[in-house]
């Protein structure tokens, strides 16, 4: 099993930025690539980023790319997401998720994390 928990959202206006963070705690989390999605009110749960297990593999989601960065420290046992120039379809709750292979899938990941929520005003 892996227990992951996420921090770092909150409410940040146009234009701005924030971090999450991804903490993970039970079995090696360097075992695991990771990935984050998330979901906005009446939408399905979309992929936004990636990262290998050893950080080296990262692919972003189109809507994403060049403003998120998707990063780890294995030695932190801890997964992040830099989130800059945010805009306000950017609105929703983002969960971290853990796998064996590297996908955009989220029905092939096993472990999720509760989510947090990133509200981003006009």
């Known amino acids: 099993q892996v227990q992951l928990v996420e921090s770092g959202g909150g409410l940040v206006q146009a234009g701005g930025s924030l971090r999450l963070s991804c903490a993970a705690s039970?079995?090696?989390?360097?075992?695991?690539?990771m990935g984050w999605f998330r979901q906005a009110p009446g939408k399905e749960r979309e992929f936004v980023a990636a990262?290998?297990?050893?950080?080296?593999?990262?692919y972003y989601a189109d809507s994403v790319k060049g403003r998120f960065t998707i990063s780890r420290d294995n030695a932190k046992n801890t997964l992040y997401l830099q989130m800059n120039s945010l805009n306000p379809e950017d609105t929703a709750v983002y969960y971290c998720a853990a796998n064996r292979a590297m996908s955009s899938d989220h029905a092939r990941y096993d472990y999720w994390g509760q989510g947090t929520q990133v509200t981003v005003s006009s």
């Open positions: 990262i290998g297990n050893y950080g080296i593999s990262r």
């Open positions: 039970g079995r090696t989390f360097s075992n695991y690539n």
